[in-house]
Nanobody, 124 residues
Framework: QVQLVEFGGGLVQAGGSLRLSCTAP????????MAWFRKAPGKEREFVAY????????YYADSVKGRFTISRDGAKNTVYLQMNSLKPEDTAVYCC?????????????????WGQGTQVTVSS
């Protein structure tokens, strides 16, 4: 079972920053579309951002555009989510996911591999 592993969650005050990391096993993941999703208590899972394996194009949810940045380091098989100007409504469990078909999609069912998630809590 392929497992992605996230790091970097924590507690931060509103307006602060956090950087999440997600490591993936194997060089094949360099070609996959990698994404971040989040789930807040009582809410549905929500797409946050994705980055393509080829070309590195990115796409963001409107709720995080201009505040969050997704990036990847192929040599380290790692994807990052830099989160700035955090708001209390960003509080959620953040999960990274991988799509081996390398599509540009925000639909969670497309993503085959998932991490366990890391908690991000933003206090007001």
């Amino acid at each position: 079972q392929v497992q992605l592993v996230e790091f970097g969650g924590g507690l931060v005050q509103a307006g602060g920053s956090l950087r999440l990391s997600c490591t993936a096993p194997g060089r094949a993941f360099r070609r996959y579309t990698m994404a971040w999703f989040r789930k807040a208590p009582g809410k549905e899972r929500e797409f946050v951002a994705y980055i393509l394996g080829t070309g590195g194009s990115t796409y963001y949810a409107d709720s995080v555009k201009g505040r969050f940045t997704i990036s990847r380091d192929g040599a380290k098989n790692t994807v990052y989510l830099q989160m700035n100007s955090l708001k209390p409504e960003d509080t959620a469990v953040y999960c990274c996911a991988a799509d081996p078909t390398s599509r540009d999609t925000t639909w969670s069912n497309t993503y085959v591999y998932w991490g366990q998630g890391t908690q991000v809590t933003v206090s007001s």
